[in-house]
Nanobody, 127 residues
Framework: HVQLVESGGGSVQAGGSLRLSCSAS????????MAWFRQAPGKERGGVAA???????SYADSVKGRFTISRDNAKNTLYLQMNSLKPEDTAMYYC??????????????????????WGQGTQVTVS
């Protein structure tokens, strides 16, 4: 049973930082692409950052230079370091994984349709 559990969300003032974590269990971590998505009220869930098994990363234009995605395969954990937060970053943040290997282009890594395992989400509020 594959399970993803996010943590680290909270409320922060604009300009502040947060680090999200996603703990994975039930599958071979490190062999497939993982990503962070976010969804604000009334908006579609969109890709924020992704990291493939070889360490290749992709970022949405809106977070480039501010967010950093990383993974620790020994700890089965995915991270998202968020700096210089803005009110428009306010959203529910979701961790996502694929249970299959295979190449994804940099853009495909940020597409929701390419992930089939999701966490329950963690709220980030920036004021």
């Amino acid at each position: 049973h594959v399970q993803l559990v996010e943590s680290g969300g909270g409320s922060v003032q604009a300009g502040g930082s947060l680090r999200l974590s996603c703990s994975a269990s039930g599958y071979t971590f490190g062999t497939s692409c993982m990503a962070w998505f976010r969804q604000a009220p009334g908006k579609e869930r969109g890709g924020v950052a992704a990291i493939d098994s070889d360490g290749s990363t992709s970022y949405a234009d809106s977070v480039k230079g501010r967010f950093t995605i990383s993974r620790d395969n020994a700890k089965n954990t995915l991270y998202l370091q968020m700096n210089s937060l803005k009110p428009e970053d306010t959203a529910m943040y979701y961790c996502a994984a694929r249970d299959s290997a295979g190449y994804l282009s940099p853009l495909e890594r940020l597409e929701r349709r390419n992930y089939n395992v999701w966490g329950q989400g963690t709220q980030v509020t920036v004021s």
